[in-house]
C-alpha cells in the first residue's frame, strides 16, 4: 500500500471485500490511527521506568506469542475501512477505542514482559501466582467475581483465567496508574500483595538487559494467505457458542399473558432487541456477537411457536431482561469463556 494512497480494497462492498486474502491488504501501523497508540503506549512504559520496548506487529488477533517479547494487534485495527467490516461481521470491534486498546495494549505487554525476563520460571513469582504449568483452561474456568484476590482490569474476570493471566492483568493495573492510586484502589485486598510484587520486580529489573530479546512473530498478518470471509466464518464459529438449554415452557411462561390476535411475540422481541443486547453486553461483559445469537435463537423459537405478546410491554420488557440477563450469567458461569487476549 502506497505512503498516502488508499488501496483499492477501501471503495469495494462489504461481500466483495470478504474475498480479499488478508495478506493482501498490505496494511501496515505506520501512517495508521495504531501509530500514535503504540506510541503512546511505549511512552507510557518508559515514564514508568520500564526499558523493554516490546515489537508491535499485526497479526491476526490481541497475543503476545510464547516465549517472545512481542504483542500482535489485530490488523482489521490499522484501517476505519476494516474496523467497520469487523463491526459489521462481529458487532464490535475489540480494541477499537482509544481507551480499549490501551487496555490490551497493557496486558499483552504484561505476558510479553514475561517472556523477555522469564519471570514465570522463578520460584518466587510461582508463590505470588500459582503454577504456570497449571492447565491452561481460558475456555472452562468458573470465576469469582467477588474476589479480592485478583486485580479487575479486562472484562469477566480474566486475571482468575491462569496464573500467566493474573500477572498480565496485575502488570497492567500496574502500568496503568501511579503507586498511590492502586495502593488506595486495592487496600485491603490480597491483590494488593500481587501488586507490590510486580512493582518491586520492575524496579529491580529496571536496568537489566532481557534474557530474551527476539523470536518468531507468529501469525503476521503479511503472511496469512487466508481471505476475510474465511477468517470471519472461523472467527463467528468460535464466540458462537451453545447456551444453556432454554426452553419452550419459559417462553411460553414469558408471553403466557397474550391473547390470540394480538401483537406477535417475535414482532415485540425485534422492538427491543438492540436495547436489551446493549444492556446485557453492558453488565454482563458478555461478547456482543454472542448475546445477540441467543436473542436471534429466541426470537426464532417464539416465530416457530407462534407466540402472542402481552399488552403490558413495559413488564414484558422487563421480564425478557430478566431471563437474557439469567441465561448469560448462566453461561458464564457453567465456564465457557472464548479467549479473547
Known sequence: ????????????????????????????????????????????LAARGVTLKPDC???????????????????YLAHPRLKTL??????????????????????????????????SSCKEWQKVFGNPAAEYTPETYTPRPHSRSFVRHLPNWYAQAHPDEDFAETFAVWLASPAEEWRQKY?????????????ALMEKVAATPPAVKNGRRISRATKLRQTLSRYY??????????????????LRAIFGNGEPGSESAVRVMRKYRAALIESIV??????????????RKLILRCQELKLPAPQNHAR??????????ALVTNHLYTGRFKRSV
Not at 92 to 119: K, N, P, S
Not at 282 to 295: A, D, E, I, P
Open 1 to 44: 500500500m502506497e505512503t498516502g494512497a488508499e488501496p483499492a480494497w477501501v471503495a469495494l462492498k462489504d461481500e466483495e471485500l470478504l474475498n480479499v486474502r488478508i495478506c493482501d491488504l498490505g496494511v501496515r501501523i505506520e501512517g495508521s490511527e495504531l501509530e500514535k497508540r503504540v506510541r503512546e503506549f511505549l511512552d507510557e
Open 57 to 75: 506487529y499485526l497479526g491476526d488477533e490481541w497475543f503476545s506469542p510464547a516465549g517472545v517479547p512481542a504483542i500482535a494487534i489485530p490488523f
Open 86 to 119: 469487523e463491526l459489521h461481521q462481529m458487532l464490535e470491534v475489540e480494541g477499537g477505542t482509544a481507551e480499549w486498546c490501551q487496555m490490551l495494549l497493557r496486558h499483552e505487554c504484561g505476558h510479553a514482559i514475561d517472556h523477555a525476563y522469564r519471570f
Open 187 to 199: 487496600g485491603g485486598w490480597k491483590a494488593l500483595e500481587k501488586l507490590e510484587y510486580v512493582h
Open 233 to 250: 466464518a472461523s472467527k463467528r464459529k468460535l464466540y458462537a457458542e451453545d447456551f444453556p438449554d432454554f426452553y419452550d415452557a419459559d
Open 282 to 295: 453492558q453488565w454482563t461483559g458478555q461478547r456482543k456477537y454472542t448475546v445477540s445469537m441467543l436473542v
Open 316 to 325: 414484558l420488557h422487563f421480564e425478557l431482561a430478566a431471563y437474557l440477563a
